[in-house]
T-cell receptor
Framework: ELKVEQNPLFLSMQEGKNYTIYCNYS?????LYWYRQDPGKSLESLFV?????AVKQEGRLMASLDTKARLSTLHITAAVHDLSATYFC???????????FGTGTSLTVIP | DSGVTQTPKHLITATGQRVTLRCSPR?????VYWYQQSLDQGLQFLIQ???????AKGNILERFSAQQFPDLHSELNLSSLELGDSALYFC????????????FGPGTRLLVL
């Protein structure tokens, strides 16, 4: 079964700092997704990365995909408190249209 | 507000019972996805329907079944419930059949006692 690992699982960072969340997966996949979940809330789609080398940015978040390394990163620039949430990555399985989530990274931004 | 609605918001039931969760996708979206989120299992993809047809199947137990109706709403049926089925169940919708940006509903919190 495809495995999706996120690092770190917990991240506490100060406002204004930069940090990167890593998502590694165990098989070939053409697409990778990032989601955000606030405590007690549903999921919000952040990025869909469709090809090797894809990079997408929205505000202080930037996601990239390296399919050869089976690695995606979510980079946080100049963190603000509003970014505190749990971030999940997910990939399609190699059989297509399966969907596997990482364990999530719980981010706390401290003022 | 994503435009995806789910009912009920909360459900408390007993082991062995059967429940039905309902999802209405965003207007115009043809795909509906079901997910389960629990502390033990994390987030798991259960099943996808596209325009009434099953499109993809994940870790869905045989005790669970789903369908998408002609008006595109979907129902997830959970039967012979066990304590371990207690979880948040989300549905999501998207326009197309391929995995793309999905819009999530608020979820149904199921507690099996």
């Amino acid at each position: 079964e495809l495995k999706v690992e996120q690092n770190p699982l917990f991240l506490s960072m100060q406002e204004g700092k930069n940090y990167t969340i890593y998502c590694n997966y165990s098989t070939t996949s053409d697409r990778l997704y990032w989601y955000r979940q606030d405590p007690g809330k549903s999921l919000e789609s952040l990025f869909v990365l469709l090809s090797n080398g894809a990079v997408k940015q929205e505000g202080r978040l930037m996601a990239s995909l390296d399919t050869k390394a089976r690695l995606s990163t979510l980079h946080i620039t100049a963190a603000v408190h509003d970014l505190s949430a749990t971030y999940f990555c997910a990939v399609d399985g190699d059989t297509g249209n399966q969907f596997y989530f990482g364990t999530g990274t719980s981010l706390t931004v401290i003022p | 507000d994503s435009g995806v609605t789910q009912t009920p918001k909360h459900l408390i039931t007993a082991t062995g019972q059967r429940v039905t969760l309902r999802c209405s996708p965003r207007s115009g979206d043809l795909s509906v996805y079901w997910y389960q989120q629990s502390l033990d299992q994390g987030l798991q993809f259960l099943i996808q329907y596209y325009n009434g047809e099953e499109r993809a199947k994940g870790n869905i137990l045989e005790r669970f079944s789903a369908q998408q109706f002609p008006d595109l709403h979907s129902e997830l049926n959970l039967s012979s419930l066990e304590l371990g089925d207690s979880a948040l169940y989300f549905c999501a919708s998207s326009w197309g059949a391929e995995q793309e940006t999905q819009y999530f509903g608020p979820g149904t919190r199921l507690l099996v006692l």
